[in-house]
């Protein structure tokens, strides 16, 4: 028991490590959710929630779109980045706009707007880094960020856990009318 508690502390003073240390990777995570957060609280929670689930069916689309595989074979790596940097967003920006069309929510009044912003804008950002590690191999050609903060996105099954975490925040958020 102590050794699975010794390792739960050591993995979390790795997690945390960056926090408190106020790293590169803690300011970019940081702008990151406040830039998400400002989004959801002045676009709206239709628009929160549209990017959300955007962002899920453009990882389906992207997944299932094997003439990308023929494209980029013949490219430099780098190159084959931004190209399914490309191809990801142009499936998001389809989805996006017309996910915009079909949801019909908006915020609460009062603390819980503040609230329910700052959790999808969590909720946005963990599904970007999580994509950004787990689809685009972002780490190799953009930015490394540090071991602690890899251990959170980098996990075999940490992309299916931003997934689900953000299809049960989505779902919490529209049932809490």
Do not use: C
Not at 64 to 81: D, H, N, T, W, Y
């Amino acid at each position: 028991m102590q050794d699975i508690t010794a390792e739960g502390t050591k993995l979390m003073a790795t997690v945390l490590s960056p926090l408190a240390s106020f790293s590169l990777d803690t300011i970019v995570i940081t702008i990151l959710v406040i830039a998400l957060s400002a989004f959801a609280f002045y676009a709206g929670k239709r628009s929160a929630t549209s990017f959300i689930i955007a962002l899920i069916g453009a990882h389906s689309m992207y997944a299932a779109f094997s003439f990308r595989e023929k494209i980029i074979a013949s490219l430099f790596p780098e190159q084959a980045f931004w190209v399914n940097v490309a191809t990801f967003v142009i499936f998001f920006l389809i989805l996006n706009i017309i996910l915009r069309s079909m949801i019909h929510s908006d915020y609460p009044s009062g603390t819980m707007k503040f609230f329910q912003s700052i959790t999808l804008g969590i909720a946005s950002a963990g599904l970007l880094l999580a994509y950004y590690y787990h689809l685009l191999r972002g780490e190799v050609f953009v930015y490394n960020f540090s071991s602690g903060i890899d251990t959170i996105f980098t996990a075999p099954m940490a992309l299916f856990f931003w997934i689900a975490g953000s299809v049960a925040l989505v779902f919490f958020l529209e049932r809490r009318r």
